[in-house]
């Protein structure tokens, strides 16, 4: 496949499927119009466009910090123009497939931290949900506000090159981030590329924040009426920080560290200029092991002694709660499937990827014997750490790994790799288009009886040429995605 | 509002009041030497250091003043805490961390100053001469405030603002009457004459020099300098303007009405205003100019410290 028309002459998909090209060579009938907005702009044109995009971002300051060069050096997070297009059908069945899976996955907390049937049921090794990382023996028997542990999930999807279709790869139910950049890449997206809109009806996803903020009003202890909110976050040098100020101003509520807070009596309070002032709900950004220095790490200066207390006092709600990272470790994950047929008695609407899972000794022999084919995760990590990419990972590296494995076999699961689908995106050393491989993380947010999904996600991009990885820290960007009201 | 946040409302605006001031007084002098005769370059050098109380660390770094050592010192020596690089870096820093209370408008502005400050090389900007590099300084600064005055609620955070940008000009134009005075006075007494184009140069540092004009249709006269900056009810950076507007900032806080005062800070800066409406500056320089100038400075950190104690600080226990 050829096209001999400006931005995109010369482009060929490759091996890949391609969101935007059919294996012919034509335009999928949702990113018609685009190409045809596209396609007769001259690559000057379109660096122009480029820059004004970058610019943007800079002067926001939606950079992150390189420490590397001694400096702390300001980098931007790479966004690349072309968008993700997703028609509507596609959509409806992604939404289905997460609604279901949010829900089941709340279910498996409340159980887990509850009655357990599902383990007296032996649906699940118990052996399995004891060894996570992440289990919270504190939270069990407590009752949380209104039942839910899931406010806020993202949950990484990826479409295989081979079927077409869409997987589940991950679940991040702790602390996902990523979302301001959803919402800052469609605004930066309507400057760069206004005239690109008239032509297609894109679900909009600016109502993100406040039905986040409509859910923690409703958790607050004294009502909806009284509920002061803040959103805690571990403060300027975290790498999510520009998202935690963000959202917090989104919403209209306070930005605080774990020093702006204290507990006096089981209640939490903020420091202000007048006096202590009483905290309601806590959206909070800092992991569960610096929440608290009394209940979990005590070396933890991030948190707020006492905060657990007045938490189990039900005088103030967190979200998400506390130990959710059970539901999301990446050995459960083989048994999502089961969670949803158990809880729900559906079939799941999105598929997982296979799973290995290295602490049973059938899988753990398939592992160790086909290594360079797999790739290899360490269960209770998240943002591509600790993990190993058998093709592309030297001979050293693997045997490391093999040993890693063989001594801590829990702590690992392999996957086949998946070949990502791939979107064309701008090479700007070589100033034209190629395909680049994409996943796509959604958020969810959950207010126990419904699944808010705002339409599309955070489509990330492995801007190396032929990188599966698509993590910042490794090269990665993003791109704005679009739901279309209809098919094209 | 937090604690924090007050704290860093009002370092945000000491620190970009103190690079323009810096930047209005490095460029004045600057321009005004260069009509000077060099050898008397020593003489002036020395007091800009001073005025910027640093001159005990630039010794560290160059032996003489000159025009150069003195411009990179000042504008942009990262080793040097009050260098103007240095301020804008630390008010960033302070709007960043509390970019979700600022407006989105203030914060891309004080972010767009400094990558726009970030592009001057010192190389070639201590080469070239401080105007076109101060010029945005300058620039900037204004341009932040009025996009803090038209964007940000005029709620209590803008008060701490406000009170922080009085209470840095205050303390500089206290510092630069003080060097200045005796800087020309002093030279007049080795035989020099300090002519009127110096005192035009503490004017237009200040912004003044029209407004002197103004205000008295007579020609310079140190004393008539001193009282224009000191006690005038009107210019935007008098002494006794800066120290107008901390009170009704402090008492917006406080929701203090006249008469009275809510803490320790109202009743100093309330002390300090009583003196300088009635004061004249003919008893001030009687009394010793110098001693009435570092009496007020103190008071200036003295008002700076209490105000951390009542807004910012809390015990580790409540």
Redesign the interface.
């Known amino acids: 496949m050829c096209l001999d028309r400006g931005l995109f002459s010369g482009y060929t998909a490759g091996p890949f499927y391609d969101e935007m090209f059919s294996s012919q060579g034509a335009a999928r009938s949702h990113y018609a119009r685009l190409l045809e907005k596209l396609g007769g702009m001259a690559p000057s044109q379109f660096e122009e466009r480029r820059k004004l995009a970058d610019l943007s971002f800079l002067l926001q300051g939606i950079t992150f910090t390189v420490y590397s060069d001694g400096r702390g050096t300001e980098r931007l997070f790479p966004f690349d123009l072309i968008p993700r297009i997703l028609p509507q059908s596609e959509w409806a069945h992604i939404e289905a497939g997460l609604t279901q899976r949010v829900v089941a996955l709340n279910l498996f907390l409340q159980d887990v931290y509850g009655k357990q049937q599902i383990l007296k049921d032996r649906k699940i090794p118990s052996s399995l949900v004891y060894s996570c990382r992440h289990f919270r023996r504190e939270m069990m028997g407590l009752e949380v506000p209104h039942g839910i542990y899931t406010h806020v999930c993202g949950i990484d999807l990826v479409r295989d090159s081979s079927t077409g279709e869409f997987y589940v790869l991950e679940d991040n139910v702790r602390t996902p981030s990523g979302i301001s950049y959803v919402l800052e890449n469609r605004l930066v997206m309507t400057r760069a590329f206004p005239e690109a809109f008239h032509e297609h009806e894109v679900l909009p996803v600016a109502h993100y924040p406040s039905e986040l903020s409509r859910i923690l009003r409703m958790l607050s202890p004294r009502g909806e009426s009284e509920s002061q909110i803040v959103l805690l976050t571990p403060g300027i040098h975290n790498s999510a920080y520009f998202e935690h100020s963000f959202l917090a101003q989104q919403m209209g509520i306070e930005l605080v560290e774990g020093s702006d807070l204290i507990v006096d009596g089981v209640v939490v309070y903020m420091k202000t200029i007048y006096g202590l002032k009483r905290v309601d709900v806590i959206y909070r950004r800092v992991d569960d092991d610096f929440l608290d220095p009394l209940c979990f790490r005590s070396d933890s200066m991030l948190g707020v002694p006492g905060l657990m207390g007045a938490y189990r006092a039900g005088n103030v709600a967190l979200a998400n709660t506390p130990g959710n990272g059970v539901a999301d470790d990446k050995a459960i994950y083989a048994f999502v499937p089961t969670l949803i047929k158990y809880y729900l008695g559906e079939d799941p609407v999105l598929r997982s990827v296979e799973t290995y899972l290295c602490d049973r000794s059938d899988h753990l022999s398939h592992v160790l014997t086909n290594l360079p084919k797999l790739v290899v995760k360490s269960v209770g990590e998240s943002g591509g750490y600790g993990m190993l990419m058998g093709p592309s990972a030297a001979r050293a590296e693997i045997e490391a790994f093999r040993e890693r494995i063989m001594s801590e076999p829990r702590n690992y699961i392999a996957q086949p790799i998946v070949p990502l689908s791939v979107v064309p995106s701008y090479d700007s050393a070589a100033q034209c288009m190629a395909g680049r491989h994409v996943d796509l993380r959604p958020y969810c947010l959950y207010d126990g009886q419904k699944v808010t999904i705002v339409p599309g996600g955070l489509t990330r991009v492995a801007l190396q040429p032929g990188s599966l990885v698509v993590n910042s820290s490794q090269g990665g960007g993003s791109k704005d995605t679009w739901v279309l009201r209809g098919e094209c | 509002?937090?604690?924090?946040i007050?704290d860093s409302l009002f370092w945000l605006a000491r620190y970009t009041g103190r690079a323009e001031d810096t930047a209005r007084i490095l460029d004045v002098t600057f321009h005004t030497l260069l009509e000077q005769a060099q050898k008397r370059y020593g003489l002036r050098w020395d007091p800009i250091l001073s005025m910027a109380g640093e001159e005990t660390l630039f010794r560290q770094f160059y032996s003489e003043a000159d025009a150069h050592n003195v411009f990179e010192f000042l504008a942009f020596n990262p080793n040097n805490p009050s260098s103007i690089m240095q301020c804008i870096t630390k008010a960033r820093?302070n709007a960043?961390?509390?970019?979700?209370?600022i407006s989105?408008e203030m914060?891309?502005d004080l972010?767009?100053l400094y990558?726009t400050l970030g592009t001057f090389d010192p190389k070639e900007e201590t080469a070239a001469g401080p105007h076109r590099f101060c010029g945005r300084v300058i620039f900037g600064s204004h341009r932040f405030h009025g996009v803090t005055d038209a964007t940000l609620p005029h709620d209590?955070g803008w008060e701490f603002l406000r009170v922080g940008w009085a209470l840095e000009r205050a303390e500089m134009t206290a510092r630069l009457v003080d060097v200045q005075y005796r800087n020309l006075l002093a030279l007049s007494s080795i035989g020099g004459t300090p002519d009127s184009h110096q005192w035009m140069a503490v004017l237009k540092s200040v912004g003044a020099y029209e407004a002197y004009h103004r205000q008295y249709h007579s020609p310079i006269d140190p004393a008539r300098v001193a009282e224009m900056l000191i006690l005038n009810s009107q210019h935007p950076r008098s002494i006794r303007f800066c120290v107008t507007e901390m009170q009704a900032g402090l008492r917006a806080?406080s929701n203090t009405g006249p008469g009275s005062y809510a803490n320790e800070a109202e009743r100093l800066t309330g002390k300090v205003l009583e003196g300088l409406r009635y004061d004249r500056i003919d008893d001030i320089l009687r009394g010793g100019l110098h001693g009435y100038l570092t009496g007020l400075i103190q008071m200036f950190n003295t008002i700076g410290e209490v105000i951390a104690r009542t807004?910012f600080y809390?015990a580790a226990?409540?």
């Open positions: 509002m937090l604690s924090r007050a820093e960043r961390k509390i970019r979700d209370r989105r914060w891309e972010n767009g990558f209590e806080i807004y809390y226990v409540a």
